[in-house]
């Protein structure tokens, strides 16, 4: 990747930079990024609508076929407010943790919603009414990867409250692509919460590559067409343990 303009940080080592090129792509695209770790958000210039990443149109395609009218989200994890710009019709409640994200998102990518709460994300979901949401999203990462109190049987039995009696729960995890404790004790800990799970994984080229890996979690059938799916495929993780908050 080639910057075009220099990263301006702020305290927080929070960089906003601009580019040509993007994960082998050409065109001028506009990028949060937390220092030395992974992308957070792209802004296409060129088309500010577009979704560039696969994992949040593989979570829109999950969320329009399980429910195509849907109207109640709660999303933890706030970016440059991708999803909750793509659904401005909706209603979003977005839960971010850090003021500068929220800042940046306004003053850098044009984010104009008022439905950012700042705070943690799992207790702004427990203040939450229950059976209030038809989905809980969750895109939280730290350098050290999701958030633990974000995996915890406890916390998956906090969405299911929350959720309608259709909801379901979207998460964007990274695992690695042979098998991967950690996702695998994700689900089974999920699978000790909700009857039904489906997960998703982008390609990788070897066993220790990270990637993109979505999983759903619902008390209904998961529908989905794979064509709609940007890339990913269905996979399913190994049995694990059960992760029980600390």
């Known amino acids: 990747m ?4 220099q990263p301006s940080r702020s305290p927080q080592d929070i ?3 601009e580019t040509t090129e993007l994960y082998g792509e050409n065109g001028r695209f506009r990028v949060l990024q937390f ?10 210039l060129n088309h500010p609508r577009r979704v560039v990443f696969e994992y949040l149109r593989a979570m ?13 989200v709660f999303l ?7 999803l909750a710009s793509y659904y401005s019709d909706k209603r979003f409640r977005v839960a971010e943790i850090n003021p500068r994200v929220v800042e940046l998102s306004r003053t850098r990518f044009g984010y104009a919603g008022d439905n950012v709460l700042l705070g943690d994300g799992r207790s702004l979901l427990a203040a939450e009414p229950d059976r209030s949401y038809d989905y809980v999203l969750l895109d939280a990462f730290t350098a050290a990867g999701t958030p633990p109190q974000f995996t915890s049987l406890e916390f998956f039995g906090l969405t299911r409250a929350k959720l ?28 000790e919460i909700y009857p039904y799970t489906r997960t998703f994984a982008l390609p990788a080229e ?3 590559d990270l990637r993109n890996i979505v999983m759903a979690a619902s008390t209904r059938p998961i529908p989905c067409q794979s064509r709609h799916m940007a890339g990913f495929s269905e996979i399913t993780p190994g049995l694990g343990h059960v ?3 600390r």
């Open 15 to 17: 960089e906003v930079y």
């Open 243 to 245: 992760i029980r908050d």
């Open 35 to 44: 220092s030395g770790e992974a992308v957070q958000g792209v802004l296409d």
């Open 76 to 82: 933890i994890g706030h970016g440059i407010g991708t």
């Open 206 to 208: 070897g066993t220790a």
């Open 164 to 191: 309608n009696t259709h909801g379901t729960l979207i998460m964007n995890l990274m695992g690695r692509s042979g098998q991967d404790r950690l996702i695998s004790a994700i689900h089974t800990t999920l699978r």
């Open 60 to 72: 829109i395609h999950l969320m329009e076929a399980g429910n195509p009218y849907f109207e109640d």
């Open 2 to 5: 080639q910057s075009s303009s």
